[in-house]
């Protein structure tokens, strides 16, 4: 039956006894399995039996012990009565008689029927151990007995220890009489918890010596190593952690290293995906906020750590150890919610003609397959992109470019890289993926989709983005057949829009590169064609007045038509939507069928903004590429880089310069990686088109005074002249009309070695010899 106590009883007894004899019941479930052959839990910690309860566990083995329930010698005694089995009586009367042993007089006084019990046993156990040791023992269970003492003084010892430890540092930590009433001595806690592991134990030692006294040999010590074993356990653990404690950190720390990359990719692609997708779901959400959670908990376990020296080894080590196991299980549902994460040595971003030519020079430097992934918003391999201003307008089908004629590297004079050759070196092309998220840090990139890209070493060739009337609101500018040229996808739109208008009237409005070349493009395929833009000649940043004069009038000749000093400031549009007028600033209005912007273009850097230091509009870089991250380069149209020459930062937007510096910039990643020494990038500035039946070269600045040789007719069948830049006496520059390849090398040469000039008059006269002369 239940036994109850008053309140006044429950007042009276002492914490001590009762958790005295809590601890021993892992001793008694040893003991049950033992004797009784059920395998039950009989009795745990702070529980009571009841009479039919323990009835039960006799006959049928079963945990019948409530929780919130108390053993007492009152309750033991009625086990022993009431049990059938005689022997078995016997047994639990000597657990009975071993706590009574044990216990102290006044703790069980305040025992309702413990006290008799241990007057009545006492002088059981004395006769009980006289018997004992005139009996035999066995060689096994003496050895068994031996082994346990010894474990028992091993422990003893290492709490001794640990004591001292704990005295050392207290004595290092506070200073005499300063302790506050409010300060709880945490450790002096966690050592009373392990004194009682180890008052266990030695409880556990001593009723094993008891009952093997009455056990028959054999099963006596089965059950002296199996106890034995089951005891040591939780406490060996314990000294484990402690052992363990420095690696488990260094494996905890080394895991939330890895977890917050996995959170910070996470996070990256929840903000990638505006419109939600696969990631925008509560589970993932819940991880973040469990991840954060236990990022504060081992922040806790850190400090602790800190600032208790011994004890807090052993104890928050356990902390340590489950905390590893579930930063682990974290990791996996982390990585799970990521799916496949595309990892690669070397990625470039953007696939124009800088990723090309840096996967040929990666190719010559030795690649492994599987290195190298080039990332692409376009759906085609590297190609050369000054082709789509050029051939690819031409009006003859037959003799019109197209890929695969004009895929990198035939633009120098290398062989033809098709998609082919990118699979047979091992390098991944990853086409129609435009990246929307860039983490340098996490050396991470996020696509439109999701899709996530780790690298150690990243070549930037994003290149540029035409600028666009529409950034401007410019009334109309999103009317249909109003073209920019930049892509392959930008061209194929324009040459189906030429095939539908054909003889119709096209508007040009930019007086620059693109302005000029498609302006000729268009007026080979038999188009009325006006050109539109706001400076005082074409070609303003390079061009002289003089030689300006030379190719507007030669395009006039042509049938070409130039409107300088104005700008369009809206459009006109029929019921379908399409362009039928451009609206200028001076208030006249051109019909059109056809318009194509080329008002310049911008670099694309937002990708990369607040993570790399610019400067000029580009992404700083210094002689080999590098950026202000490690292991991120940048090349082509997106780099300010310093030029030798003249001892200056700039950006250069033009092809020469994309495949070049993609090239340089692969022999520093390589030379880096082997340690090898190479030279600082030594560019000189270059420049070329061709429209019509002209094609001129420019080579370094055009800076200084200007000096003009030659014939320029623009009516003479093949014109041939040319131009000098002269600051501080000395040529700095050189452009040539219409020049032989050796004679363009000789202008590229005189550009380079800047020889001083003496007098002018004679540089005129002399002309493109002059340059021959070197």
Not at 17 to 41: A, K, M, N, P, Y
Not at 137 to 154: F, G, H, I
Not at 458 to 470: F, W
Not at 668 to 681: P, Q
Request: glycine share 8%; charged share 30%; net charge positive.
């Amino acid at each position: 039956h239940q036994r109850k106590e008053s309140e006044s009883q429950k007042k009276k007894k002492k914490l001590g006894i009762w958790d005295w004899i809590s601890w021993s019941t892992d001793s008694v479930r040893g003991l049950w399995q033992s004797s009784c052959g059920h395998g039950s839990t009989v009795i745990t910690k702070g529980k009571e039996v009841s009479v039919d309860a323990l009835q039960k566990v006799n006959h049928h083995g079963s945990a019948a012990i409530s929780k919130g329930k108390e053993v007492s010698c009152t309750a033991l005694e009625k086990m022993n009565h009431h049990l059938s089995d005689p022997e078995t009586r016997s047994k639990i009367s000597r657990v009975a008689t071993d706590i009574a042993k044990n216990a102290t007089v006044e703790g069980l006084k305040t025992i309702p029927g413990a006290y008799p019990t241990y007057k009545i046993v006492s002088k059981s156990i004395s006769d009980d151990d006289q018997k004992f040791k005139s009996e035999n023992k066995s060689k096994k269970q003496e050895e068994a007995l031996k082994a346990l003492q010894a474990t028992v003084s091993k422990l003893e010892k290492e709490v001794d220890v640990l004591r001292e430890q704990a005295a050392r540092q207290a004595v290092k930590t506070k200073p005499r009489n300063t302790v506050q009433a409010s300060e709880k001595p945490e450790d002096e806690m966690q050592f009373h918890c392990f004194e009682k592991l180890l008052s266990e134990l030695r409880f556990t030692f001593c009723w094993i010596l008891v009952f093997t006294r009455y056990l028959p040999m054999a099963s006596s010590f089965n059950f002296v190593i199996g106890s034995a074993k089951f005891i040591f356990a939780p406490i060996e653990r314990c000294l484990n952690c402690k052992r363990n404690f420095d690696e488990n950190m260094k494996v905890l720390q080394k895991l939330l290293k890895e977890l917050n990359t996995v959170k910070e990719v996470i996070e990256l692609r929840l903000s990638a995906e505006i419109h939600g997708g696969t990631m925008q779901t509560e589970e993932v959400k819940n991880w973040l906020d469990d991840v954060q959670r236990i990022k504060t908990e081992i922040e806790i376990i850190e400090r602790k750590a800190k600032e208790k020296k011994f004890l807090s080894r052993a104890f928050l080590g356990k902390m340590v150890e489950e905390k590893v196991v579930k930063l682990k299980a974290f990791l996996r549902k982390g990585k799970a919610f990521l799916g496949m994460v595309k990892s690669f040595k070397y990625i470039i971003v953007g696939g124009g003609v800088a990723a090309g030519y840096a996967a040929r020079e990666f190719d010559r430097q030795g690649l492994k397959p599987g290195q190298l992934a080039i990332i692409s918003k376009e759906a085609v391999a590297p190609y050369e992109r000054p082709t789509l201003s050029k051939g690819y307008l031409n009006p003859n089908p037959k003799a019109a470019a197209r890929l695969p004629e004009f895929h990198v590297c035939v633009g120098s004079g290398g062989d033809r890289l098709l998609p082919d050759w990118f699979k047979e070196k091992g390098i991944q092309l990853i086409l129609g993926t435009e990246i929307v998220k860039v983490n340098l840090a996490l050396k991470t990139l996020v696509s439109a989709a999701g899709e996530i890209f780790k690298f150690q070493t990243l070549i930037i060739a994003t290149g540029s983005t035409v600028i666009r009337l529409t950034d401007f609101k410019v009334e109309g500018a999103d009317a249909k057949n109003i073209f920019y040229l930049r892509e392959l996808e930008d061209a194929d739109k324009l040459v189906e829009s030429i095939k539908m208008k054909k003889y119709g009237k096209a508007v040009i409005i930019g007086g620059g590169y693109i302005g000029l070349e498609v302006a000729a493009a268009m007026r080979i395929n038999d188009f009325d064609v006006t050109m539109v833009y706001p400076d005082p000649w074409c070609m303003p940043r390079l061009f002289t007045p003089t030689m300006a004069a030379f190719y507007e009038s030669y395009y006039e000749n042509k049938g070409i038509k130039i409107i300088k000093g104005t700008v369009s400031v809206g459009f006109n549009a029929n019921a379908n939507g399409e362009v039928k007028g451009v609206k200028l600033k001076d208030g006249r209005v051109l019909a059109a069928d056809i318009v194509v912007v080329g008002v310049g273009a911008r670099p694309l850097t937002a990708l990369f903004k607040g993570q790399l230091e610019e400067d000029k509009g580009g992404i700083k870089t210094d002689g080999f590429f590098k950026t202000s991250m490690p292991g991120v380069y940048a090349v082509g149209d997106v780099a300010t880089f310093p030029i030798k020459l003249y001892n200056e930062m700039r950006r250069v937007e033009h092809v020469d310069h994309a495949r070049k510096s993609a090239e340089h910039a692969v022999k520093a990643i390589k030379a880096n990686e082997t340690g090898k020494e190479l030279e600082e990038y030594d560019y000189l500035p270059y420049f070329y088109s061709r429209t019509f039946e002209l094609s001129w070269q420019f080579y370094g600045d055009n800076v200084g005074e200007t000096l003009f040789f030659r014939d320029n007719n623009p009516l003479s069948p093949k014109p041939k002249f040319g131009s000098y830049w002269i600051k501080d006496g000395k040529i700095v520059g050189a452009f040539l009309e219409g020049g032989t390849p050796e004679e363009n090398k000789a202008i590229a040469k005189v550009s380079r070695l800047n020889p001083p000039v003496e007098n002018l008059d004679q540089l005129k006269k002399e002309g493109l010899s002059f340059a021959s002369k070197f």
